[in-house]
């Protein structure tokens, strides 16, 4: 009988443990990674070959809270930068393509970047470092970038946020922090219209263990990114921007993002996304829309700052008990980006 108790009470630990840290947070079966409604404006957060790829020197922070209404919701917060380290570079007065100097530059091949973040789930928190290395191959008309990324994490819980209805060894006996590092690589395509990625991360696919005992740890799982978008342009002002992000983890799990969004003169954008819910089969929740959510996005840029907000609603039962999702990002780009793209005849 005692045993029996023991073993309830120990799995009853392991269930929140696993659905407060692991599935609350994004609605995705195993889904561990903090998530974001506006990658596209920093697309390093998912991909490490983006480091440096625009020439700029950029710095990035992000703001997300999720469930709105919800006590103890989600949120995120990262902070993000990366350089391409240059021979010859420019630092430019502006940011604006028709004021900036054009002058002799040579592009260096590699880039840098760090991101660090701190993720909020309930009683449950992960801050996050990461330190990454990129190189780029310059083509006449595209460019072909790798990278690679050495993580560090820390899963902590808090004491004050737990609530026992009984004193239980097992839960007290229990960690309440531990350390895991791990790796993330990347590949990353682009030319004048288009661009591709794909990356992997957590590939080390460590095990967090808060005890001692068998079967009381929890397997980080290897996630898989791929993205791609293309960009239209209506005028010299105006362009579209139609694009894509596929999720998924080894064990099959994807979720997917449609994406639309709408330039004017690269100063102001707005957008809509439609983001599938996670599932085995893309199908299964993504047709009838359960778990699912869209996404109203908008920002502007102002010389070298810039200022993006996103609204997620979500299309599943949650929506009874949160009016949404809200994410703010404010960003910088320093430096002038003659040496993006070979074609724009600037050397």
Do not use: C
Request: aromatic share 16%; no cysteine.
């Amino acid at each position: 009988m005692i045993k029996k108790r023991l073993h309830i009470r120990k799995l009853l630990i392991l269930n929140i443990l696993a659905l407060s840290m692991f599935l609350l947070k994004t609605g995705i079966k195993a889904q561990q990674l903090p998530i974001y409604s506006q990658y596209m404006l920093n697309g390093f957060l998912l991909n490490p070959a983006i480091a440096g790829h625009e020439g700029y020197t950029g710095i990035n922070i992000t703001g997300r809270e999720q469930w709105l209404g919800l006590k103890d919701a989600p949120s995120t917060y990262a902070l993000s930068a990366q350089t391409r380290l240059l021979k010859n570079s420019f630092i430019s007065r502006s940011a604006s393509i028709k004021r900036r100097r054009r002058i002799m530059s040579r592009s260096g091949r590699v880039g840098m970047g760090i991101y660090v973040f701190s993720d909020w789930n309930g009683a449950f928190n992960r801050t996050g470092a990461q330190y990454t290395y990129s190189y780029h191959l310059t083509f006449r008309k595209s460019q072909l970038s790798f990278g690679a990324s050495i993580t560090g994490y820390q899963f902590r819980i808090d004491d004050e946020k737990i609530r026992l209805y009984t004193d239980d060894a097992f839960y007290y006996s229990m960690d309440k922090s531990a350390m895991i590092p791990d790796a993330n690589f990347g590949v990353y395509y682009s030319d004048r219209n288009l661009y591709a990625g794909f990356s992997a991360l957590q590939l080390f696919e460590n095990t967090l263990k808060l005890t001692d005992q068998d079967g009381a740890d929890f397997k980080m799982v290897r996630h898989y990114f791929a993205m791609a978008g293309y960009r239209f342009m209506i005028n010299d002002n105006v362009y579209i921007e139609p694009s894509f992000l596929l999720k998924t983890t080894e064990n099959f799990v994807s979720q997917l993002d449609f994406n639309g969004k709408v330039y004017i003169r690269e100063d102001y954008w707005a957008g809509l996304s439609y983001r599938t819910g996670g599932s085995y089969s893309l199908s299964e929740e993504s047709i009838g829309g359960g778990g699912s959510s869209v996404i109203i996005m908008g920002g502007a840029r102002f010389d070298k700052f810039y200022f993006g907000y996103a609204f997620d609603y979500n299309l599943s039962a949650i929506s009874k008990y949160s009016i949404g999702s809200h994410e703010l990002m404010l960003g910088m780009k320093f430096g002038d980006n003659a040496r993006r793209y070979r074609w724009l005849n600037r050397y």
